[in-house]
């Protein structure tokens, strides 16, 4: 079974600066697969990055980047230069090596941006 | 490409009606998987249905069942729904192939509300 922790319920962040989101994981697996998502209030799920485990650099795509640390069990979402439109929900998820195609979510992060 | 469509949008039910949500992966995507959302309890997987079968269930009673087909559309069917129920149902598509790097583009969503 796997499970994702994020312990950040709300963050803050002014426009232009970089802002980190937390994210845990725990997982026997050996081989599995970590994904962030972003949902704005309108509710789609935007894919943002993924990492998998046995990848060694870090994920990037465009102003994202994941900090994988693997022995910390832990996948945190960097935001460089945020925008107004980064506010939203992100969401921290993995998937396992049986079972399927299942997705584990964590709880999220409500983002907001300000001026 | 075109994304993942969900159709309806929008659903207003009473309680111990059916309900049918449909979903159209992605031009490729063989996976198609269904995603509960609710303030509660979060984001829970529903199941995964790849090339026309069930190959992946979530902890949810009988009373959610779906299926696949040929063309890799899904459908999701809630049957004596229930105010619980009431949530935003998200469709997410993959190729299904790539093991725990399989990457899940989600749809809009179809919000429904159990009256």
């Known amino acids: 079974a796997q499970k994702i922790t994020q312990t950040q319920p709300g963050m803050f962040v002014q426009e232009k600066e970089a802002v980190t989101l937390d994210c845990t994981y725990d997982?026997?697996?050996?081989?599995?697969?970590l994904f962030w998502y972003k949902q704005p209030s309108s509710g789609e799920m935007i894919f943002l990055i993924y990492?998998?485990?046995?990848?060694?650099q870090n994920a990037t795509e465009g102003r994202y980047s994941l900090n994988f640390q693997k022995a910390r069990k832990s996948a945190n979402l960097v935001i460089s230069a945020s925008q107004l439109g980064d506010s939203a929900m992100y969401f921290c998820?993995?998937?396992?090596?049986?079972?399927?195609?299942?997705?584990?979510f964590g709880t999220g992060t409500q983002l907001k941006v300000e001026l | 490409k075109a994304g993942v469509t969900q159709t309806p949008r929008y659903l207003i039910k009473t309680r111990g009606q059916q309900v049918t949500l449909s979903c159209s992966p992605i031009?490729?995507?063989?996976?198609v998987s269904w995603y509960q959302q609710t303030p509660g309890q979060g984001l829970q997987f529903l199941f995964e249905?790849?090339?026309?079968?069930?190959?992946n269930k979530g902890n949810f009673p009988g009373r959610f069942s779906g299926r696949q087909f040929s063309n890799s559309r899904s459908e999701m069917n809630v049957s004596t729904l229930e105010l619980g129920d009431s949530a935003l149902y998200l469709c997410?598509?993959?190729?299904?192939?790539?093991?725990?790097?399989?990457?899940?583009?989600f749809g809009p969503g179809t919000r429904l509300t159990v009256l």
């Open positions: 997410a598509s993959s190729s299904g192939l790539a093991g725990p790097t399989d990457t899940q583009y």
């Open positions: 997982t026997s697996d050996q081989s599995y697969g």
């Open positions: 990492q998998g485990s046995y990848d060694e």
């Open positions: 998820a993995m998937r396992g090596n049986g079972g399927g195609n299942k997705l584990t």
């Open positions: 031009s490729g995507h063989r996976s």
């Open positions: 249905y790849f090339s026309e079968t069930q190959r």
